[in-house]
């Protein structure tokens, strides 16, 4: 089974808010990632966890925080979004981080919007 | 230079019949490769993997030039349910595995009846 679980699906936040997103996989994976995605554009990465530490972070703006409490769950913290930011996030996991060839799963994603 | 680039299409195409996606890559040193599909707002889900030697599943075709940096996916018999955005997916840095993935812009595919 290839299931990668985010919470919430869908999520409305003011600029002031703090909210947080949800991410668990229980497939042993232990690569986590964290992309963006606009309408009509296709996915962007922004973090990459390997067991758990934190490998690649592809400049993002420090509003979004990531956090990797153990290696099924991935978070992804927000806070002073901006409208700009509205966008479907998606969690994907893989199975052996230098792995070659290894395979990405996603998420259904948490669709964010930022008022 | 764009990292992966697609014909965007759409391609509107009769049901039954055999359509082609290409995609070329820059870094000539990248590992792997893969085809996802995705419906409207929807997650990509992964088609398939791409191999130098080529590999099949089912209906599906996939192709790797190296030389050329060039991917391909064709799609026999073509149904209804194939209608989707095929994304051409490349991991970029050399060794592979945890690194993120690069997305081309995606091909729409619409299936006509």
């Known amino acids: 089974d290839t299931e990668v679980t985010q919470t919430p699906k869908h999520l409305v936040m003011g600029m002031t808010n703090k909210k947080s997103l949800k991410c668990e996989q229980h497939?042993?994976?232990?690569?986590m990632y964290w992309y963006k995605q606009k309408a009509k554009k296709p996915p962007e990465l922004m973090f990459v966890?390997?067991?758990?530490?934190?490998?690649i972070n592809e400049s993002v703006p420090s509003r979004f925080s990531p956090e990797c409490p153990n290696s099924s769950l991935l978070n992804l913290h927000l806070h002073a979004l901006q409208p700009e930011d509205s966008a479907l996030y998606l969690c994907?996991?893989?199975?052996?981080?230098?792995?070659?060839?290894?395979?990405?799963?996603f998420g259904p994603g948490t669709r964010l919007k930022v008022s | 230079r764009k990292e992966v680039e697609q014909d965007p299409g759409p391609f509107n195409v009769p049901e039954g019949a055999t359509v082609a996606f290409n995609c070329t890559y820059s870094?000539?040193?990248?590992?792997?490769f893969f085809w996802y599909r995705q419906d409207c707002r929807k997650e990509p889900k992964l088609l398939m993997s791409?191999?130098?030697s080529g590999n099949e599943d089912g209906r599906f075709t996939a192709q790797l030039n190296r030389a050329s940096q060039y991917i391909s996916l064709l799609i026999r018999d073509s149904k209804l349910s194939d209608s989707a955005t095929y994304l051409c997916?490349?991991?970029?840095?050399?060794?592979?595995?945890?690194?993120?993935?690069?997305f081309g812009k995606g091909t729409h595919l619409i299936i006509q009846p």
């Open positions: 997916v490349v991991n970029m840095l050399p060794g592979g595995g945890a690194d993120g993935l690069t």
């Open positions: 791409v191999y130098s």
């Open positions: 994907a996991s893989s199975t052996r981080p230098g792995l070659a060839g290894d395979e990405q799963y």
């Open positions: 870094n000539s040193a990248s590992q792997s």
């Open positions: 497939m042993g994976h232990r690569a």
């Open positions: 966890y390997s067991y758990e530490k934190l490998s």
